[in-house]
């Protein structure tokens, strides 16, 4: 009488057995009716899982067989012994992500070798940067700004923001009650940055940086002879001082969330540069806008309004657009053909216009992410990870998915998804303030609405 004879063990069964063990009976019933013939007796052992513990339970099978390929018997039972001793998994030991808790000073903190975290608190300037028109020019800008914070005699700093091909977008949570914004930062090998600002006179935000794109010059020029300068000698270009780089920092900001829930993008557009001269408007530059929506815009609707009031300018001759959401959902891009300002009802943005025909650059990564919104209508954060990975280039330096509920962001650097960052806007020590000030703007042109062609999902263009 052949047995397999397990009765009663409390052992840890193998997972692959308890995962196929159908399929291991069928076999052993299987082979054994066929190979044997002659009046052996069999007991084929199944596993019953009850409650935590595995036990093993033997049910008699009479088959009537009798033997006749020995080689046959032999290399099953070689099978069957190499399930029984493949190793048990223990699910502790599967390898998990890992979040790293992420705090935010005055000091630049170092997270690893090219990523760094760091905060502001206090009058960042921006009200008086609107009240004196602002500046067509980054250059100026800062030098104005840290000036007034009692930097005197400041050398010449430049933001040399040369393009990104990036991916943004909003999707709502699975719990229904607010909204993911992700952004993926594709370019070169390159620094980053986490600036937590708390300015006196707006709101308070994250945002991240890419400080290579900070760059100075040891000398007074104006703006036309630095520009020739960064093409002609960029090895005069050295490193800022940390304490000037933070304040520079603020008006730098390549995607943010404020606490409002406001979150923006900025990504890389290939187009003629914008440059608005309406008379009477304030002057700003692509990255410096950025930082007024996040001081002063609480939801879409009023960062449009202070957008309308801006006459934007190009940093060193490149073209970008806006990805702009709100905690209520609402969601648009923000684009400048041909210096003309158009606004696109759209959850996701890459690198190619949607009010106009365009060269569908990024158009690849732009339908993966509107793929994953149909496969996942409401999101997880581990979905909205998904969604951010599989758009995710060769050469993505972060990824960021701010969360518009709980004003939180989960970083993770250079494709590393297996390692993220995590950092709160607020700690428990700080109260958010009810009485901060925006800027009032008045609504002084009308919308027309155009019909977006090139988009695949609904859009709605406002030309302005």
């Not at 996701?348 to 339908?367: A, C, H, M, P, W």
């Amino acid at each position: 009488m052949i047995k397999f004879n397990i009765l009663n063990t409390n052992e840890s069964i193998n997972p692959f057995i308890g995962q196929n063990i159908n399929i291991i009976r069928y076999l052993l019933i299987f082979y054994y009716n066929i190979v044997l013939k002659n009046k052996h007796y069999i007991e084929i052992l199944y596993i019953k899982k009850k409650k935590k513990k595995n036990k093993i339970k033997i049910i008699n099978i009479f088959w009537k067989m009798q033997l006749k390929n020995l080689q046959i018997i032999l290399i099953f039972v070689t099978y069957v012994s190499l399930v029984l001793s493949s190793p048990i998994i223990d699910d502790s030991e599967i390898p998990t992500e890992s979040i790293q808790e992420l705090e935010a000073t005055e000091e630049f903190n170092i997270i690893n070798d090219n990523f760094r975290v760091t905060e502001f608190r206090g009058d960042d300037k921006i009200d008086d940067v609107l009240a004196v028109g602002g500046f067509d020019n980054d250059t100026d800008l800062v030098r104005f700004v840290l000036n007034k914070m009692g930097y005197q005699n400041v050398t010449d700093i430049y933001f040399n923001n040369t393009g990104m091909a990036c991916s943004a977008f909003q999707v709502p949570n699975e719990d229904g009650n607010g909204y993911y914004f992700g952004r993926n930062f594709d370019w070169y090998d390159s620094n980053a940055a986490i600036l937590i600002n708390h300015p006196d006179n707006g709101y308070s935000s994250i945002s991240t940086v890419n400080p290579d794109f900070i760059n100075w010059l040891a000398e007074g020029l104006s703006f036309e002879d630095l520009l020739n300068k960064i093409y002609t000698q960029p090895n005069s270009i050295v490193k800022i001082p940390d304490d000037i780089l933070r304040v520079a920092s603020v008006f730098a900001p390549l995607d943010g969330l404020n606490e409002k829930g406001l979150s923006i993008s900025i990504n890389m557009v290939y187009s003629n540069p914008v440059n608005q001269t309406t008379p009477g408007l304030t002057d700003l530059t692509v990255l410096p806008l950025i930082r007024v929506l996040l001081d002063k815009a609480a939801n879409v609707d009023e960062a449009l309004e202070i957008i309308k009031n801006v006459n934007l300018h190009n940093s060193l001759g490149l073209d970008f657009h806006y990805l702009i959401a709100d905690a209520s959902g609402k969601c648009v891009t923000v684009e400048y053909v041909n210096s003309q300002l158009a606004v696109t009802e759209t959850k996701v943005i890459t690198n190619f216009y949607l009010s106009q025909e365009d060269e569908d650059i990024g158009k690849d990564r732009y339908d993966i992410i509107l793929e994953m919104m149909n496969k996942y209508p409401k999101m997880s954060f581990e979905n909205a990870k998904e969604t951010a990975m599989s758009a995710s280039k060769y050469n993505t330096q972060w990824t960021v998915i701010y969360d518009q509920v709980n004003l939180e962001a989960t970083y993770y650097r250079q494709l590393n998804f297996e390692q993220g960052y995590h950092i709160k806007l607020f700690d428990d020590l700080f109260t958010v303030e009810d009485d901060v000030k925006t800027v009032v703007v008045s609504d002084t042109e009308n919308l027309e609405y155009e019909e977006d062609s090139n988009s695949d999902d609904e859009t709605e263009t406002e030309t302005i």
